[in-house]
């Protein structure tokens, strides 16, 4: 079966920036696991960084329970 590619048209901008800001947060949080704990509280800085940025964008609490998920796992990371 081929995989069939979605019509531009019905691809919604939003969601295509929401998931590519999802996997940077994803790599960033694998880079700084692979870099070392030093890299931990530059990377809390980012995710503060932004939240407050996104703070007032509407239909974003998805992304922000995202944040959150990094930010435990860098913290865990940190204390372990």
Request: proline share 6%.
């Amino acid at each position: 079966m081929t995989p069939v590619a979605p019509d531009p048209a019905t691809v919604d901008p939003l969601e295509v920036a929401r998931a590519e800001l999802i996997e940077a947060l994803a790599r960033m949080v694998n880079c700084v696991i692979d870099a070392g704990k030093a890299e931990v509280q530059p990377a809390l800085g980012s995710i503060k960084e932004m939240r407050a940025a996104l703070a007032e964008v509407a239909n974003l609490d998805d992304f922000l329970e995202d944040l959150d998920a990094a930010e435990r796992m860098l913290r865990l990371y940190l204390a372990t």
